[in-house]
């Protein structure tokens, strides 16, 4: 184990979704590189309580990569230096003696702030409302075994069902577009047979709902790349097909009534 020393943290703080934020400097004169980065921010705000100042805001949970409720710009990259790691996983030993370290919410008009770096994520429970989910009455577990999968189509739904909804996609992505989010919401249900019945009505309700809050995708890659899960992009592409699809199945089903 060895120390940091003499970090400078620029944090922004921000009372309120209509307030004026600014940046607050503030000293760490030592730490250890075995800390997380939000053990970093747990200490600071010990001492600013003690100060009698307000503590920093910031979201958090399981602080193991798993409920995406860390959501942190750090240096400028959505969760910080790290390939596919969310914030709480990002440990210390990434920095340097003598860092500033820039800290940020997440920056996307959907995601509007709600104070400090903890912002309002409720945009993407709209799209999971409306399909991401199956109402088939299924029963009891079924045996794993009695509906056969191809593997790669069993893998490709399980890597999309990775997705743990902290919205680093959206925050990356120039156009604040959340197309990686609603793919791998909606391409884990479409690629599985219990998902069929309702595969087109869910496509064009889930990208119709995202298209009333977020920006569009123009393949930047950015959300690929800021996934704590590495979700693909080709995802999108499944979604896509789906959505341009669900206009002629859905407009057929219709004609029949």
């Known amino acids: 184990m060895t120390a940091l020393?003499?970090?400078?943290?620029?944090?922004?703080?921000?009372d309120g979704?209509?307030?004026?934020?600014?940046?607050?400097?503030?000293?760490?004169?030592?730490?250890?590189?075995?800390?997380?980065?939000?053990?970093?921010l747990d200490i600071l705000n010990e001492r600013l309580i003690e100060e009698g100042k307000d503590a920093i805001v910031f979201d958090h949970d399981c602080r193991e990569g798993i409920c995406g409720t860390c959501s942190l710009m750090i240096d400028g990259q959505a969760?910080?230096?790290?390939?596919?790691?969310?914030?709480?996983?990002?440990?210390?030993?990434?920095?340097?003696?003598g860092d500033e370290i820039v800290v940020e919410p997440w920056r996307a008009g959907a995601f509007p702030i709600?104070?400090?770096?903890?912002?309002?994520?409720?945009?993407f429970d709209r799209i999971i409302e409306v399909g991401g989910f199956i109402t088939a009455p299924t029963g009891g577990a079924p045996d794993a075994n009695l509906i056969p999968i191809p593997k790669p189509v069993a893998d490709a739904s399980m890597d999309a069902a990775e997705c743990i909804g902290c919205g680093a996609c959206v925050a990356a992505c120039p156009n604040g577009a959340a197309n990686l989010?609603?793919?791998?919401?909606?391409?884990?249900?479409?690629?599985?047979?219990q998902g069929q019945a309702e595969r087109f009505k869910r496509a064009e309700a889930m990208v119709e709902k995202m298209d009333e809050y977020f920006g569009s995708?123009?393949?930047?890659?950015?959300?690929?790349?800021?996934?704590?899960?590495?979700?693909?992009?080709?995802?999108?592409?499944?979604?896509?097909?789906?959505?341009?699809?669900?206009?002629?199945?859905?407009?057929?089903?219709?004609?029949?009534?």
Request: charged share 25%; aromatic share 6%; proline share 4%.
């Open 217 to 257: 995708c123009t393949n930047h890659g950015e959300c690929e790349a800021a996934c704590p899960k590495e979700i693909s992009i080709d995802t999108i592409a499944t979604m896509n097909t789906d959505y341009l699809k669900s206009k002629f199945k859905n407009r057929k089903s219709l004609a029949r009534t």
């Open 181 to 193: 989010f609603t793919a791998a919401k909606l391409v884990h249900l479409n690629l599985l047979p």
């Open 5 to 14: 020393t003499n970090l400078t943290l620029k944090i922004w703080r921000q």
């Open 79 to 97: 969760h910080g230096p790290q390939r596919g790691t969310a914030t709480c996983q990002v440990h210390m030993r990434v920095f340097s003696s």
């Open 114 to 123: 709600i104070k400090d770096l903890m912002v309002d994520r409720g945009a």
């Open 17 to 40: 979704p209509d307030e004026q934020g600014r940046f607050e400097t503030h000293q760490i004169p030592e730490i250890s590189d075995e800390a997380s980065f939000l053990e970093l």
